[in-house]
């Protein structure tokens, strides 16, 4: 609201369902009377044809900031407070953002015009103008958006990709771990090859659904030899993958199958032993913020609780 009233041009987007209160709100109609551009991704405006002819589970899950066409962060953070208060007991939500420069910027902002088109074809061309700053002593990145309307099975190919190419070390931290066959054989296929796979979930999650399936997987994952850590100090909510210390996967996108099919997602992929070297150290701050996961504990659980996991599975 202040950018906007003192000149700036401003577009917000937000999903129809996942921030439906705050489309609702007296802050969204604040903002458009400050001149802020407002739009809603995804909207429930032709409800029951949505329901004959699509779905309405599918979502824009993408987080994007884009700055004067030179900035952009991107990583797994919503625009709401670290209690977000709609679940207070699950805080604090812990989450990581990048901030990057350089022309990766202009493929974050195409990548947020595609879906702000989508709902305003009118839109004038400011929003295409980028910066042509190059950054000679920067690093190799690559936006990577998807959605349920490209390549069916495309992010799922990804991740079982670049887990192939680890050598030494694979560490993920997801709050929602759901993987499909491809995911779940490349991870397991790392471990048994000798790369240490070391996997960082929240210990309490808000999804029961989605705890009780990432259950199901400890006892595959562990035989493997994945190390599994249940982070206590929070929901973890951070989408991160580190490889050998030189590649860096971070974005929205959770490992699992609402993000691989049914949501909008935007992930960077880059090659940088610096960057890769600060995610690492948060993850490892994850990891002493967790409790480890061994065999004997999944051996504990009651017959009920196992039947329980696999049946939610």
């Not at 700036?8 to 705050?22: F, N, P, Q």
């Not at 490209?150 to 993920?172: D, H, N, V, Y």
């Not at 709050?175 to 397991?188: E, G, K, N, Q, R």
């Amino acid at each position: 609201i202040r950018a906007a009233r003192r000149g700036v041009k401003c577009r917000a987007m937000a999903d129809g369902l996942g921030s439906r209160a705050m489309i609702h709100s007296p802050i969204w109609k604040q903002m458009k009377e400050a001149g802020v551009s407002v739009t809603v991704a995804l909207p429930f405006n032709h409800l029951l044809r949505t329901i004959l002819f699509s779905r309405i589970d599918l979502r824009n899950h993408r987080k994007i900031t884009i700055i004067d066409g030179r900035i952009t962060y991107c990583g797994s953070q919503n625009c709401a407070d670290p209690e977000f208060r709609v679940k207070p007991k699950f805080a604090p939500w812990v989450d990581i953002m990048v901030r990057f420069e350089g022309p990766v910027v202009a493929q974050n902002q195409l990548l947020f015009a595609s879906d702000w088109m989508l709902h305003n074809p009118e839109t004038s061309s400011d929003l295409f103008k980028f910066s042509t700053e190059q950054h000679p002593a920067g690093f190799t990145a690559q936006v990577y958006g998807d959605g349920p309307t490209e390549r069916i099975g495309s992010t799922p190919q990804l991740f079982s990709t670049l887990m192939s190419q680890a050598k030494r070390e694979l560490t993920i931290s997801t709050p929602y771990f759901v993987p499909d066959p491809t995911v779940l054989d490349a991870i397991c296929a790392a471990a048994h090859r000798g790369v240490n796979v070391t996997m960082i979930f929240p210990q309490k999650n808000d999804s029961w659904i989605v705890a009780a399936v990432s259950h199901s997987f400890y006892r595959r994952l562990l035989d493997a030899g994945v190390n599994i850590y249940e982070f206590k100090d929070g929901l973890l909510h951070a989408k991160t993958l580190t490889i050998d210390g030189a590649v860096t996967l971070i974005g929205s996108t959770n490992m699992d199958l609402r993000s691989f099919d049914l949501n909008y997602e935007n992930d960077i992929l880059v090659r940088d032993d610096e960057l890769t070297l600060a995610v690492r150290k948060r993850q490892d701050d994850y990891i002493s913020r967790s409790d480890p996961v061994a065999i004997e504990d999944v051996e504990a659980w009651s017959p009920s609780l196992r039947i329980w996991n696999n049946i939610i599975a």
